[in-house]
């Protein structure tokens, strides 16, 4: 995986996560790789996936079961959903508004690129 | 598991290599220790292999005293140096020569790494090219199983697909048993990997942190214009504009760049050994 230089590791990596729940790659009660299978196939160190299970774990969206690992939670997709929405609504869209308004683009194409683009990609 | 107290060591009197050098190593961690050429990176490695004896000061490994060299010591220890001595001998039979010094030496888990890594364990190690001599060096030390696993510069020689195998393999055996220390110039090839780093300069340890810990102290930014000149630690021009290194005020966690973590303790020591201290 290529990380981006802006955020932390463990972020990154849950957000790799979420997408695969928003995706409905994983689905509720799926259970997720263990630490060790994620970091090898990530090439990340084995503590780095484990901070990220502990905040998605925090934010509900993925839970143990004793001696069994962790499982995707039954409202994950909301969950996630909420947590994404705030993110982007703060640190992703400022930026976005900043490029728009300084190129001038305005919203009619945008709204038009944006319906191509969710034909074309989902 | 490793614990430094006040460590001296020079190869002469006048010129000390370290003095008054402190440093605690935890079980279940893969260490990243990097200094610029000549920081003394080896020498402090050799110190808690037992290869070397300090001049003052005290290292003991999980409770054992290196340089003493108790077999009980070395059982427990793997030390992969830079460059390699090996013998004229094929993998198989270096096997059968040294892994009885291993009570944990897994056959098993060489054959796996080996077969991992593609190195033919048939052919006579002198004939392999670098590469293939340092891959099958490393699986054997992986395989020994050893408590501390010490490597210096491993990822020298290695091509791009096998950095990204030997990244697979150190993210799989690491256990909560275990403590791997790994000195390397190349952060880019362990950047995700190595996690608390180590940075020595100057005859001792500026820092030893973990990276959330690092993250939580400082950002790593790329900027257009430097601000905040008094604040910030290090500068450097990219293509894009600035890389700079400044105290975290904002509870926002940047990605830890290990190359400009590393110039700036070398340009604010102090500041940074007050930072993590």
């Known amino acids: 995986m290529e990380f981006r230089e802006n ?115 989902y | 598991m490793v614990s430094i107290h006040n460590l001296g060591f020079g190869y002469s009197k006048k010129k000390p290599v370290f003095e008054g050098l402190n440093l605690e190593l935890q079980a279940g961690n893969v260490y990243g220790l990097l200094g610029r050429n000549g920081a003394g990176k080896s020498s402090l490695l050799r110190n808690i292999a037992g290869l070397l004896t300090p001049t003052s000061g005290q290292c003991t490994v999980n409770g054992h005293t290196p340089h003493l060299r108790q077999p ?94 030997f990244r697979k393999i150190i993210a799989s ?24 780093i180590i940075i020595m300069d100057n005859r001792e340890v500026l820092l030893n942190a973990g990276t959330d810990v690092i993250a939580e102290k400082l950002s790593f930014k790329t900027v257009q214009q430097v601000t905040n000149h008094e604040k910030v630690l290090y500068s450097e021009h990219s293509i894009r504009g600035f890389g700079i290194v400044i105290p975290n005020e904002d509870e926002s966690y940047t990605k830890v760049d290990l190359e400009l973590l590393f110039n700036a303790a070398l340009e604010k020591p102090q500041v940074i050994k007050q930072l993590f201290n």
């Open chain 2, 72 to 165: 009980k010591f070395l059982q427990e220890l793997f030390f992969l140096p830079e460059e390699l001595h090996i013998p004229p001998i094929s993998m198989k039979e270096f096997v059968s020569v040294y892994a009885v010094f291993y009570p944990n030496f897994s056959q098993n888990q060489l054959t796996e790494y080996l077969k991992e890594f593609e190195v033919d364990s048939s052919a006579r190690l002198t004939e392999l090219s670098l590469g293939q001599k340092k891959k099958a060096l490393i699986s054997f030390a992986l395989a020994t199983n050893t408590p501390l696993l010490i490597m210096d510069e491993p990822t020298n020689g290695l091509d791009i697909p096998s950095k990204s195998q």
């Open chain 1, 7 to 121: 955020q932390a590791i463990y972020l990154q990596i849950a957000e790799l996560i979420c997408e695969r729940i928003l995706l409905k790659q994983w689905a509720s009660e799926d259970k997720v790789p263990s630490v060790r299978e994620l970091a090898v196939q990530l090439e990340v160190n084995p503590n780095t996936v484990m901070r990220t299970y502990d905040f998605l774990e925090q934010k509900g969206i993925i839970f143990t079961k004793r001696g069994m690992g962790f499982f995707v939670s039954t409202d994950a997709h909301d969950k996630v959903t909420e947590f994404r929405r705030e993110e982007f609504l703060q640190n992703e869209l400022p930026q976005f508004f900043k490029a728009i308004h300084l190129l001038g683009i305005d919203f009619s194409e945008l709204q038009n690129r944006f319906e191509a683009f969710k034909t074309e990609n």
């Open chain 2, 173 to 196: 055996s690491i256990t909560n048993e275990r403590v791997i220390l790994i000195s390397t110039h190349q952060v880019r090839d362990l950047e995700s990997l190595i996690d608390p």
